[in-house]
């Protein structure tokens, strides 16, 4: 990922980059969950495990920033997102809510 563009990222969203050398995640931290913003596994990785793999150290790092859930989300409308949906469901996400053109899901996590 572009060095520059996970600098703005941080500096005006309060982000952060989580990267691999087959995808990224974008994660967030709320009031009360950590956000997973965004998450992208390259094409020739995908239906490898890559994004549940992706999926376990945005959970691990909710822990240990002291969260007891993630939240996620899927637009629709974007290119992909019943790929995306499907593999949040697939790895424990459960529906939340859905505002727009956004549907957010939820995973509680362990603490400790």
Same mark, same amino acid.
Do not use: H, W
């Given at each position: 990922?572009?060095?520059?563009?996970?600098?703005?990222?941080?500096?005006?969203?309060?982000?952060?980059?989580?990267e691999?050398?087959?995808?990224f995640?974008?994660?967030?931290?709320?009031?009360?969950?950590? +956000?997973?913003?965004?998450? +992208?596994?390259?094409?020739?990785?995908?239906?490898?495990?890559?994004?549940?793999?992706?999926?376990?150290?945005?959970?691990?790092?909710? *822990?240990?920033?002291?969260?007891?859930?993630?939240?996620?989300?899927?637009?629709?409308?974007?290119?992909?997102?019943?790929?995306?949906?499907?593999?949040?469901?697939?790895?424990?996400f459960?529906?939340?809510?859905?505002?727009?053109?956004?549907?957010?899901?939820? *995973? *509680?996590?362990?603490?400790?």
């Amino acid at each position: 990922m572009n060095k520059m563009y996970v600098e703005y990222l941080k500096e005006r969203e309060g982000a952060e980059v989580l990267e691999l050398p087959e995808g990224f995640a974008v994660i967030k931290q709320l009031p009360d969950c950590l +956000y997973l913003q965004d998450i +992208y596994v390259k094409p020739e990785f995908r239906k490898t495990g890559i994004g549940r793999s992706m999926l376990e150290v945005v959970e691990q790092s909710a *822990k240990n920033l002291g969260y007891s859930k993630v939240l996620g989300s899927c637009s629709p409308l974007a290119s992909g997102s019943t790929g995306s949906l499907k593999a949040m469901l697939a790895c424990g996400f459960e529906l939340s809510s859905c505002e727009k053109d956004l549907i957010f899901l939820v *995973k *509680k996590v362990q603490n400790g």
